[in-house]
């Protein structure tokens, strides 16, 4: 794949050797939003090697509570796939987008040389990097001034703030004191309230986002749960905000319901998460979608390892309007950070940017590792059998 080249749906590999390795993620701070507070996070690794001893790793990890999944569907789907020696993504329910993602981007990962590389772009290459937005997480108000500074310092100049778990009045004070030191031209800043506006009086949402217009808040994210499609619609119609929808996108699978959704709630922005919307290939139809409608979009990780974030990445670096846009929309891909035990990469966050920096080759110990033991399969087979290991 390269830049130039529309995204299709992954190819279909036959004849692999196949495991699963099961790795879960341990925040180094407990992630605090609206809707829980996350401590760890369930993760499997899909590794594949095929005849030519070339190996693809495609990562699954779930948001308990938000993915569609559940960890028992999830585990047993990637061990099914594994036994039968093929990946195809298309052959995964879309009911479980997080499984096609790792079935997609194995694929992908091994259809282009098995380097932990699934698209060639400048950013892959390391000439050149991805906008992206710092993250602000709930916790008491020091705590997100902490984070503002600490962000700032680091040369971001789009933030995010999830808002919704606090006191109000110290929610928006906390805003202010950000907004008057960093002004709106220079700074763009973005919320995120995960559906908490739908506990409030429809007065109470006005003069909230009355409040955070002020702010020149550039988005809200979610502002009401997705069963509330014409509320959403409402906000949208005359938006005191800009509204984004993300959760509303959950579950949304057929071309026809995707259509409705958007010409329904007509909101000006998506946010997109692969493992969470049926994969790359879900994101891109759901992208395609937004860009016939004049909507913006951009990409957050589901908090995956460096593994899916660097997938998720390499994909975007190569969507028509993030690499010929003059000045496209900062991304939500600054995740890597967050967990005691994350895998090695090649990506780093400097200047508000995500970067490729490292050329090396990938580091393979742990998949082959995993693949000792695997069941081998002749090409062609998908027999879903168990075959005598050699």
């Keep these: ?111 282009q040389g098995g380097v932990g590389n699934i698209a060639t772009s400048a950013f892959s290459n390391g000439t050149r990097g991805i906008d992206i937005n710092g993250l602000v997480w709930m916790g008491n108000a020091e705590s997100m001034r902490t984070q503002f500074d600490s962000l700032v310092q680091r040369g971001f100049t789009t933030l995010k703030c999830k808002v919704g778990a606090l006191d109000w009045a110290q929610e928006h004070a906390v805003l202010q004191e950000f907004r008057e030191r960093c002004p709106a031209a220079d700074f763009t800043l973005r919320v995120d309230a995960n559906g908490a506006f739908s506990k409030l009086s429809s007065d109470d949402t006005a003069r909230r986002l009355d409040a955070l217009a002020k702010l020149g808040v550039h988005s809200i994210e979610q502002p009401l749960m997705p069963a509330d ?67 913006g979009w951009w990409v957050t990780s589901a ?29 939500g891909l600054g995740t890597g950070g967050l967990f005691t035990n994350n895998i090695p990469g090649k ?15 990938r580091e393979e110990t742990r998949w082959r590792q995993a693949l000792l033991g695997a069941v081998p399969h002749e090409p062609g087979c998908a027999c879903g059998g168990h075959h005598d290991a050699p």
């Design 229 to 295: 499609r014409d509320g959403l619609a409402r906000l949208a119609e005359q938006p005191v905000v800009p509204i984004a929808l993300d959760e509303s996108l959950i579950g949304v699978t057929s071309l026809a319901d995707r259509m409705r959704l958007l010409d329904h709630v007509r909101p000006q922005h998506l946010v997109l998460k692969p493992s969470l919307v049926g994969g790359l290939d879900g994101a891109t139809v759901w992208s395609k979608l937004t860009e016939q409608r004049d909507m």
């Design 303 to 331: 908090l995956e390892s460096n593994v899916g974030l660097s997938a998720i990445a390499q994909w975007v670096a190569v969507q028509p309007a993030v690499s010929e846009a003059e000045s496209p929309l900062p991304q």
């Design 347 to 361: 990506l780093e966050v400097r200047q508000g940017q995500l970067l490729t920096v490292s050329q090396s080759a």
């Design 1 to 111: 794949m390269n830049m130039h080249d529309p995204w299709p749906p992954a190819p279909v590999l036959r004849g692999l050797k196949m495991a699963v390795l099961e790795h879960p993620l341990v925040f180094k701070v407990p992630a605090q939003t609206s809707r829980d507070t996350l401590k760890n996070k369930p993760t499997w690794f899909l590794v594949a090697e095929d005849d030519q001893g070339r190996v693809g790793v495609g990562e699954c990890s779930l948001i308990l509570g938000l993915s569609p999944e559940t960890e028992d569907v999830a585990r047993t789907m990637l061990h099914d796939i594994a036994a039968k020696g093929v990946l195809d993504a298309m052959a995964v329910p879309a009911s479980c987008p997080a499984v096609r993602f790792a079935v997609e981007t194995a694929a992908w990962d091994l259809a």
